[in-house]
């Protein structure tokens, strides 16, 4: 079974604070991601890597950047978190370039940015 | 662009009683169509995925979706609602253009009651 494991479950930051959310997957997947999930918008993805060191822009970027420099591993962050990036944040994986490959996703971590 | 509209935000059934879960897709293309569920304080997993094979989906726990090119739809169902399915259910689409970017319904809550 694919394994996506969130470093964090629950994290409390504050305003101006830059954060790491960690993500790591164990099935040697080249795909992973990052969504921010909100009530009522559903899941919306931040960033998406397809390689080690390659990354790409979702729809909604702004205030996030990532890293990835191994496969296994590909981190969140936010630069200088504002009251408005709390939210659950989730971590996905995916096998290839198969348009069936299905995500398999972290049980997420809820942050909260006094 | 491709696009899912879930239809209800928030659907109630007894238990025992059937689940019908409402998906409309835009897309310009064959798409490719996936249904996920969200327990509570979860990550997503994946019940069922269509790739333009049998236009019946059967997946995990009963559930299975039917795609309907000539309404545009992609409805969740399962004959029987157990308490376990109250979850939040999320249909989505895969991107055309890209091997693996996915766009997510804004989910629609199951509960179950007895």
């Known amino acids: 079974d694919v394994k996506v494991t969130q470093s964090s479950r629950y994290l409390v930051k504050r305003t101006g604070e830059k954060v790491f959310l960690e993500c790591v997957q164990d099935m040697d997947h080249e795909n992973m991601f990052w969504y921010r999930q909100d009530p009522g918008l559903g899941l919306r993805l931040i960033y998406f890597s397809y390689d080690v060191k390659m990354k790409e822009k979702g729809d909604i970027p702004e205030g996030y950047s990532v890293s990835r420099e191994k496969k296994e591993r590909f981190s969140l962050i936010l630069e200088s978190a504002s009251t408005n990036q709390t939210s659950m944040y989730l971590c996905?994986?995916?096998?290839?370039?198969?348009?069936?490959?299905?995500?398999?996703f972290g049980d997420g971590t809820r942050l909260s940015i006094l | 662009a491709q696009s899912v509209t879930q239809l209800d935000s928030h659907v109630s059934v007894s238990e025992g009683t059937p689940v019908l879960l409402r998906c409309n897709y835009s897309s310009s293309y064959s798409p490719s169509l996936f249904w996920y569920v969200q327990h509570p304080n979860k990550g997503l997993q994946l019940l069922l995925k269509y790739t333009s094979a049998a236009t019946l989906v059967k997946g995990i726990n009963g559930f299975e979706a039917e795609f309907k090119k000539s309404e545009t739809s992609f409805h969740l169902t399962k004959p029987s609602a157990h308490m376990s399915d109250a979850a939040e259910y999320f249909c989505v689409v895969r991107v055309v253009g890209t091997a693996s970017k996915l766009t997510f319904g804004t989910g629609t809550r199951l509960q179950v009651t007895l």
């Open positions: 996905a994986s995916s096998l290839g370039t198969g348009s069936n490959q299905p995500q398999h």
